[in-house]
């Protein structure tokens, strides 16, 4: 694994859906390299294959040709128990929704990756509530998801996806579940934390004011990425 290479990358990935008799080819090529510390966007209509990408790029579905590359190695030729070891490990997802556990409290649910992971309780507690202080929910640790309004909700969210300290953090749609005012919140809070922890990012959005903010901006058209400003 060399020092210098892209954190995450894609290489001419192919990704086809075929129902009955058709074919749906969602993917035709698609390449794009994030370095570390670069936080990208990535944008397009509903449709043209968003999720398919992060889902790709984040191991959780594999591509019909190309391959995905996390710090240089190459993941193509990986079984399964290799691909999810690598997930644990290196990649953080954040979602529209912020499927927190309803039952534990805000604390709770950003231990929990941690413990999986096999750290110990104290160190988990201790790492989860520095993680809370960075987006201002220390003094909401305790508190439940009910508890907490949905923009509290999604900043622990997005905690969570950094609990085990991954390299690559993918977001589908971090704000699209939130309102204007609760949208720019989340978003200061999503920076900031990227920006502290250094790790690549990328963010599929339909925000253009949040795409416009990233470090580059690249649009996923007729199943190619291009880079363009938006």
């Known amino acids: ?19 009955g008799g058709n ?5 035709r090529g698609a390449h794009l390299a994030i370095a570390q510390g670069e936080i990208v966007a990535l944008v397009g209509p509903s449709g043209a294959g968003k999720s398919t990408l992060l889902h790709t790029a984040g191991l959780l579905e594999r591509p019909d040709a190309g391959d995905v590359l996390l710090n240089g190695t190459a993941c193509g030729g990986l079984g399964d128990a290799e ?3 690598l997930r644990r490990k290196h990649l953080g997802f954040v979602y529209q929704f912020h499927h927190l556990l309803p039952e534990f409290s805000a604390l709770e649910n950003v231990m929990l990756p941690q413990m999986i992971a096999g750290l110990g309780r104290g160190e988990a507690r201790g790492r989860a509530t520095d993680l809370l202080r960075m987006v201002g929910l220390e003094a909401r640790a305790a508190h439940r998801p009910t508890r907490l309004s949905g923009g509290e909700q999604q900043r622990v969210a997005i905690v969570r ?4 300290a991954p390299r690559v953090m993918l977001g589908d749609e971090p704000t699209g579940n939130l309102d204007q005012h609760t949208a720019a919140d989340v978003t200061e809070a999503l ?5 502290q922890t250094g790790l690549a990012a990328l963010i599929a959005t339909h925000n253009l004011d949040l795409a416009r903010r990233l470090d580059r901006v690249l649009v996923l058209e007729d199943g190619l990425v291009v880079e363009r400003k938006v």
């Open 1 to 19: 694994m060399s020092d210098d290479a892209a954190a995450l990358e894609l290489r001419q990935v192919t990704r086809t859906y075929r129902q």
């Open 23 to 27: 074919s749906l080819e969602v993917l």
């Open 83 to 85: 691909r999810t070891t």
């Open 161 to 164: 996806a950094l609990a085990n």
């Open 191 to 195: 920076l900031r934390i990227v920006r």
